[in-house]
């Protein structure tokens, strides 16, 4: 009981980023002698601190407030997109620290090779940590495709298939001098947590995310929980026909989602060299003139909100989400893509579930992103057992 209390002591600090001995032990229906004897032991462990502010209660002398320790204990997400490895530094409070990036073309390459750069980034973020005060407590990856048990079981525009993906990176981490557990989950899993954890457009508790990259992910979060299916495979949106004469998929099908609002396709579709990227498509479809490259630019993007507006309108139909939220690419062509969006899920969607103007589809906070989402679920795990986790941490 009491290991169960001082995780819920821990996440009441965390949830409210301050907060009164008095206002815990009123919260979690607690004496408050027992959650005085609980914060001793976050305190003594480095999870909690007190921030030198008091507040005043209802009754009594005030009290000190509570917050999370800046320094120990904290979570390393890392991202392994197909153009580009991000690490992320998150400490308990839920602030990140630190933000590394490294872009690289990783589609067909060595899973080993990606593995072991997506290591040796994380080492780098470690000794920062480590001069900060810092001691991560787990890395999580955050892997795109179907990710089960640490193994990438299908990954199409990376290439992999049945990829011990944490073993090899746990592997490339110890050969690298640091030894830390790893988990791992699908990269838009990462992402809509994080989106939760930062608070979903309009305070949402039930949403679908969607991630633009090389190709479309996603994620169902229901009632602030994430939807993983009967195998952990959910959400996997991108890969929904919406034309089953389109033209084939990597992964094996035909007329795929990605196929028309994946980044790949939708630069092909506008003519712009991959080598430009999203900014200079969002450029070009903001461009009202005339000009052909602008026009082919608007009618690409065009079309791939159609073909999003399509595959959502399935998704609403079936879940009846608050909201759907644009991720990714997606939030800088959010302008175009949105409204071609909307009219197919207005014309789709039963009726008087989807409004004109009703605000329901949005884009997503720039706090949640899938190296974000990654390490606050290595938080997430401390704070349900802060126990486990032992005494203070210290940085090595």
Not at 122 to 129: H, I, K, N, Q, S
């Amino acid at each position: 009981m009491r290991r169960l209390n001082l995780s819920r002591v821990a996440r009441a600090v965390h949830d409210e980023a301050e907060i009164t001995r008095a206002a815990v032990a009123e919260r979690l229906g607690l004496t408050r002698a027992a959650v005085s004897s609980l914060v001793e032991q976050l305190m003594a462990a480095g999870f909690v601190a007190e921030s030198g502010k008091t507040f005043s209660g209802q009754a009594g002398r005030p009290g000190t407030a509570l917050t999370m320790a800046r320094t120990g204990h904290a979570g390393l997400g890392v991202s392994v997109d197909v153009d580009a490895l991000t690490v992320c530094l998150v400490d308990l409070a839920g602030t990140e620290r630190l933000r590394l990036t490294e872009a690289g073309r990783h589609a067909g390459a060595d899973p080993r090779a990606v593995l072991r750069d997506a290591a040796l980034l994380t080492g780098r973020a470690l000794r920062t940590a480590a001069r900060e005060g810092l001691a991560p407590a787990g890395v999580d990856l955050a892997l795109p495709g179907l990710v089960a048990e640490g193994v990438v079981r299908q990954a199409p525009n990376l290439g992999w298939n049945a990829v011990p993906a944490a073993e090899l990176f746990a592997q490339a981490l110890r050969d690298d001098g640091a030894q830390l557990p790893v988990g791992s989950d699908n990269e838009a899993n990462s992402a809509a947590l994080a989106q939760l954890w930062a608070g979903a457009p309009g305070g949402a508790r039930t949403f679908v995310y969607l991630s633009g990259d090389i190709g479309v992910g996603g994620a169902v979060v229901l009632d602030g929980e994430l939807l993983r299916g009967a195998h952990g495979f959910a959400g996997e949106i991108g890969h929904l026909v919406v034309d089953p004469n389109g033209p084939d998929c990597r992964c094996g099908s035909r007329g795929c989602l990605e196929r028309y609002a994946g980044q790949d396709a939708l630069l092909h579709a506008a003519g712009v060299d991959p080598r430009d990227g999203i900014a200079v498509l969002a450029r070009r479809a903001a461009d009202g003139s005339g000009a052909p490259e602008a026009r082919r630019a608007r009618d690409a993007v065009e079309q791939a909100g159609t073909m999003l507006g399509v595959a959502l309108s399935g998704a609403v139909n079936l879940l009846d989400p608050e909201t759907v939220v644009l991720g990714g690419f997606y939030r800088e062509l959010a302008d175009r893509l949105a409204p071609a969006a909307e009219r197919e899920l207005q014309r789709r969607v039963v009726s008087g579930l989807w409004d004109a103007g009703s605000g329901r589809l949005s884009t997503a906070s720039p706090a949640g992103d899938a190296a974000r989402g990654a390490a606050g679920q290595v938080l997430r795990r401390v704070l349900a057992d802060p126990l486990a986790y032992g005494g203070a941490a210290s940085a090595p």
